[in-house]
């Protein structure tokens, strides 16, 4: 799974963050049949561990809703969730934008209902 997250990050426009973006949220979603999954990226305006709404204030989506990462596997939501994880933090070790991700004062991953994990903060 890590080749395709890392090819589908890699095209997003991550060469031009907007200054006021703080933080990056990896959003996932279920298909509500436990069988198809997607993710976006958004970039917010805040960052506070404390706080998950942190993630509502989205200032760029980097064109991931249009261009959602996609993927099939027949699993819980929770076995989905810690598989992503471990890509996403895997990506953040050796990515090509793992720098410019980490260069913002956090980046954390959740379902858009759930909680969020923070992957990573200064």
């Known amino acids: 799974m890590y080749e395709e997250v890392s090819k589908w990050i890699d095209n997003l426009p991550l060469q031009s963050i907007p200054e006021e973006v703080t933080a ?18 958004i970039g917010a305006s805040r960052f506070d561990v404390d706080d998950e709404d942190w993630a509502c204030d989205e200032i760029t989506d980097f064109e991931s809703r249009t261009q959602e990462f996609k993927w099939t596997k027949e699993a819980s939501w929770d076995v989905v969730f810690a598989e992503m994880l471990s890509t996403l933090k895997e990506y953040l070790e050796k990515g090509q ?12 991953a959740g379902f858009t209902e759930g909680n969020i994990e923070i992957l990573y903060s200064k």
């Open 24 to 41: 990056f949220c990896f959003n996932l979603y279920d298909g509500c049949d436990n069988l198809h999954w997607s993710m976006e990226l």
């Open 97 to 108: 934008y793992a720098d410019a991700l980490k260069s913002k004062h956090g980046v954390g």
